[in-house]
């Protein structure tokens, strides 16, 4: 089971706070650090101060600050970026990082954000999938494009002339492509068409089975032979005792019932017990949603007390 964190900076957060968390990401021997792609904050319990962080700007720093962890988005918002830019940005952050880029790309969601920030927002779900998919086509033909030929792409919403496709990735033939959700029939054909890895968020494990079956199912009938990794996100509140779960769900936010019904919450013996249920489902990776950034402590906690006793 690969351990990677996931952060919330619209939350909450500077880059300085994310870079400690990174660091401590690299050093306590975790897989990767990813982030959402927001850039409004969510509950009435945070500000949101000091303002939201840009998530590919974010990344091109800790491309440059960390060495091992991969690094990635969940997810970037086909809404806040037009398909060719974010391939350039993508490609260029992955060469940053020497190659540890993880591109974790959804549909869009949170109407709110994009009337905060001036951002189209497509009112019908179909026209954001319909945008995205032609996204998910443009972004992965451009960096396939072989170099010296070029791109042209015609589609209904985007029409790409002959380019240059450039620059490329570091890592061939592309960065790992992550989609996500639990749609029963678009999500799990946009995914065995483009995705190398599949994550639900913030399920249970019955939901999480049922969605990896029904990816599994598209992969087998489009007749794929690539593998695909399956994933998921899970909100994290260790303790070593009642009382330190207790702290860190009040510092979120949250009750301890709910977290432990809806999350990875309780003593490291119910975390690891609970993890091994997700992966008995299937999944190869948990994203470990950290919601307070200033608790290192917790990471510690988890690379110490959980992860050296999970398959």
């Known amino acids: ?11 909450g957060a500077t880059y300085e706070d994310q870079l400690a ?3 401590a990401t690299e050093d306590l021997g975790f897989d990767g650090l990813s982030r959402s792609d927001h850039y409004l904050h969510m509950g009435d319990h945070v500000s949101g101060l000091p303002g939201p962080t840009d998530a590919w700007i974010t990344l091109a720093g800790l491309a440059r600050d960390t060495s ?36 974790g790309f959804g549909a869009g969601w949170f ?5 905060a920030y001036g ?8 026209e954001r999938f319909d945008r995205y998919e032609e996204q998910l086509d443009i972004i992965t033909g451009l960096w396939s494009t072989p170099v010296g030929e070029t791109f042209r792409y015609e589609g209904r919403h985007y029409r790409l002339a002959e380019g240059p496709a450039l620059p490329k990735p570091q890592q061939g033939p592309r960065p790992p492509v992550v989609i996500g959700g639990t749609g029963p029939k678009r ?24 969605a990896f079956g029904r990816t599994a199912e598209a992969v087998r009938s489009a007749g794929r032979a690539a593998p695909m990794v399956y994933s998921a996100a899970q909100v994290l509140c260790v303790g070593r005792d009642e009382a330190e779960v207790a702290r860190r769900a009040e510092r979120i936010g949250r009750e301890v019932s709910d977290l432990r019904r809806d999350g990875l919450a309780g003593t490291p ?16 990776r ?12 917790h990471l510690e906690l988890v690379a110490s007390a959980v992860a050296p006793r999970l398959d």
């Not at 089971?1 to 952060?7: K, P, Q």
């Open 1 to 11: 089971m690969r351990l990677s964190i996931f952060l919330e900076p619209q939350q």
């Open 21 to 23: 968390v990174a660091r």
């Open 68 to 103: 091992r962890i991969r690094l990635g988005t969940l997810m970037t918002a086909a809404t806040f970026r037009h398909p060719g830019p974010l391939a350039i940005a993508v490609a260029q952050v992955d060469r940053m990082s020497g190659g540890r880029v993880e591109f």
């Open 111 to 115: 109407e709110q954000e994009h009337a």
């Open 119 to 126: 951002i189209p927002f497509p009112a019908s779900a179909r």
């Open 187 to 210: 999500t799990p054909r946009l995914a065995a068409r483009f995705a190398d890895e599949y994550n639900v968020p913030f399920c249970s494990v019955e939901e999480t089975a049922a």
């Open 269 to 284: 013996d119910e975390v690891v017990d609970k993890i091994g249920r997700f992966a008995a489902a299937g999944a190869e």
């Open 286 to 297: 948990m994203y470990l949603q950290v919601l307070d950034m200033a608790d290192l402590d």
